[in-house]
């Protein structure tokens, strides 16, 4: 069985930065380092949304325009953990956000991944 578990959520200002992780265990470790790692977002009242994915060895990232620039996807594959490095945030950032595991298909698609972790909330107050 794989389980996700993320951290490193919290309440910050505009402006502030942040560092999410996203750890597996269980068979995840066996998974971790074959396949694609996302991380997507939800916000009250919204549909969750892509926020980037980076390849299974590490070596190309991808992101949503919206956070292109600010935001940066990093793994480690010896420690099983994916990281969310989250700068400039913005009011607009708040969600709670969610790592994944890239099963096949479109990066930015929801139904592209396998495994999800139960999120971690992030609030930035302007």
């Known amino acids: 069985q794989v389980r996700l578990v993320e951290s490193g959520g919290g309440a910050v200002q505009a402006g502030s930065s942040l560092k999410l992780s996203c750890a597996g265990s269980g068979s995840y470790a066996r998974i971790f380092s074959n396949n694609a790692m996302g991380w997507f977002r939800q916000a009250p009242g919204k549909e969750r949304e892509h926020v980037g994915t980076?390849?299974?060895?590490?070596?190309?990232?991808y992101y949503a325009d919206s956070v292109k620039d600010r935001f940066v996807i990093s793994r480690d594959n010896a420690k099983n953990v994916v990281y969310l490095t989250m700068d400039s945030l913005k009011p607009e950032d708040t969600a709670v956000y969610y790592c994944?595991?890239?099963?096949?298909?479109?990066?930015?698609?929801?139904?592209?991944?396998?495994?999800w972790g139960q999120g971690t909330q992030v609030t930035v107050s302007s």
């Open positions: 994944a595991v890239h099963r096949s298909g479109t990066y930015g698609v929801q139904s592209s991944y396998n495994y």
């Open positions: 980076i390849s299974y060895r590490g070596g190309s990232t």
